[in-house]
T-cell receptor, first 115, second 109 residues
């Protein structure tokens, strides 16, 4: 596609439920990143994939958060037993990689609200 | 970890005015990007500028890597320039971006 796409754009769930957020990177981009942005703050890093593997997952806040990228393209961020503090905008970014470009391009985000 | 500080935190301008936004960072970096987050929340790439100077229309940016700061210049501001401007850095070219707190710009007609 022309840009990074994320679905859904909005997700409202109840405390304790499980959610999945999807990211479609720019076609041909090998690197994919997840960030989280709370109100009034800059985005904070969660996890980085190079191809299918997680190259850096140091930003995942706890073991309720997990992300996969099984075919090296689409990625899913999974949150178990959601808490009200998980409410935020979840942003995905992709980068061409392979020494051909270092700019990260961001999607529109998924706004998650945990009631 | 690396610290990124942006100033000023807020800025109100009259349409047509010029402005300079600053980004200071606490360690050597190999990646620096400037973004504009529009009122709908979309992060729009402005510049990839780990060093040197670039210009794109009314916007330009300069990064002095040895002194650990970057400047974003906006000339002849327009109401559509309103939003939050973020600076983000990374230790290595492919690594995670660390964002500053942003500068919220409001351009009045």
């Amino acid at each position: 596609g022309a840009g990074v796409s994320q679905t859904p754009s909005n997700k409202v769930t109840e405390k304790g439920k499980y959610v999945e957020l999807r990211c479609d990177p720019i076609s041909g981009h090998t690197a994919l990143y997840w960030y989280r942005q709370s109100l009034g703050q800059g985005p904070e890093f969660l996890i980085y994939f190079q191809g299918t593997g997680a190259a850096d997952d140091s930003g995942l806040p706890n073991d309720r958060f997990f992300a996969v990228r099984p075919e090296g393209s689409v990625s899913t961020l999974k949150i178990q037993r959601t808490e009200r503090g998980d409410s935020a905008v979840y942003l995905c970014a992709s980068r061409r990689g392979g020494g051909q470009g270092d700019t990260q391009y961001f999607g529109p985000g998924t706004r998650l609200t945990v009631l | 970890g690396i610290q990124v500080e942006q100033s000023p935190p807020d800025l109100i301008l009259q349409e047509g005015a010029n402005s300079t936004l600053r980004c200071n960072f606490s360690d050597s970096v190999n990646n620096l990007q400037w973004f504009h987050q529009n009122p709908w929340g979309q992060l729009i790439n402005l510049f990839y500028i780990p060093s040197g100077t670039k210009q794109n229309g009314r916007l330009s940016a300069t990064t002095v890597a040895t002194e650990r700061y970057s400047l974003l210049y906006i000339s002849s501001s327009q109401t559509t320039d309103s939003g939050v401007y973020f600076c983000a850095v990374a230790y290595n070219q492919g690594g995670k971006l660390i964002f500053g707190q942003g500068t919220e710009l409001s351009v009045k007609p």
